[in-house]
């Protein structure tokens, strides 16, 4: 099992592009989360989701949108990338919201010029 | 809100010593705790999940407390080696809804 996969790795931007960033789950794992970890903030919930067509959001989910069509993928959208979103973006997921421990993909870093 | 908090914020010891990880929580109502490890540049990985209704788990060299009542989890590593060198990350599970929250970290250096 690859677990949990993240593309791309890595990503210059410049000041309104956007992006998709895809995250894969061969674990039949019903929760998928995003974060991204910024120096001093740690890691910070942007969204997630409970289930194949379902999302919601986190502590900050301002300037993303996401999407889960696929139970095994969930995908992050910058619409227009700001300075302030260049951070390292995680997908997470679980089996189920309770009780649950999160697995981890390598990380998404995301500069915007 | 739930406020995670880890100390130290780095830590250097010599290879072969036994050492613990502080982690503490403002608000005691969590569904469980988790400690992870991130290598520099790389993803987390679980160490240990430990549930709200148990006091600690265990897993080869490392043992994970917990004590709901004080807001306090540590991490103790045994005869720690060269290889545990790794930013260590606690994060506690809230009782509703799905939000892990994170502390910093704490930078572990084992020197040989």
């Known amino acids: 099992n690859a677990g949990v996969t993240q593309t791309p790795k890595f990503r210059v931007l410049k000041t309104g592009q956007s992006m998709t960033l895809l995250c894969a789950q061969d674990?039949?794992?019903?929760?998928m989360y995003w974060y991204r970890q910024d120096p001093g903030m740690g890691l910070r919930l942007i969204h997630y989701?409970?289930?194949?067509?379902?999302?919601a959001k986190g502590e900050v989910p301002d300037g993303y949108n996401v999407s889960r069509l696929k139970k095994q993928n969930f995908l992050l959208g910058l619409e227009s990338a700001a300075p302030s979103q260049t951070s390292v973006y995680f997908c997470?997921?679980?089996?189920?919201?309770?009780?649950?421990?999160?697995?981890f993909g390598p990380g998404t870093r995301l500069t915007v010029l | 809100k739930q406020e995670v908090t880890q100390i130290p914020a780095a830590l250097s010891v010599p290879e072969g010593e036994n050492l613990v990880l502080n982690c503490s929580f403002t608000?005691?109502?969590?569904?469980?705790l988790q400690w992870f490890r991130q290598d520099p540049g790389k993803g987390l990985t679980s160490l240990l999940l430990?549930?709200?209704?148990?006091r600690e788990q265990t897993s080869g060299r490392l043992n994970a407390s917990l004590d709901k009542s004080s807001g306090r989890s540590t991490l103790y590593i045994a005869a720690s080696q060269p290889g545990d060198s790794a930013t260590y990350l606690c994060?506690?599970?809230?009782?509703?809804?799905?939000?892990?929250?994170f502390g910093e970290g704490t930078q572990l250096t084992v020197n040989p």
């Open positions: 430990i549930q709200s209704s148990q």
């Open positions: 608000d005691s109502a969590i569904y469980n």
């Open positions: 674990m039949n794992h019903e929760y």
């Open positions: 997470a997921s679980s089996l189920s919201s309770s009780g649950e421990e999160q697995f």
């Open positions: 994060a506690v599970k809230e009782t509703s809804g799905s939000r892990l929250t």
């Open positions: 989701s409970v289930g194949e067509g379902t999302t």
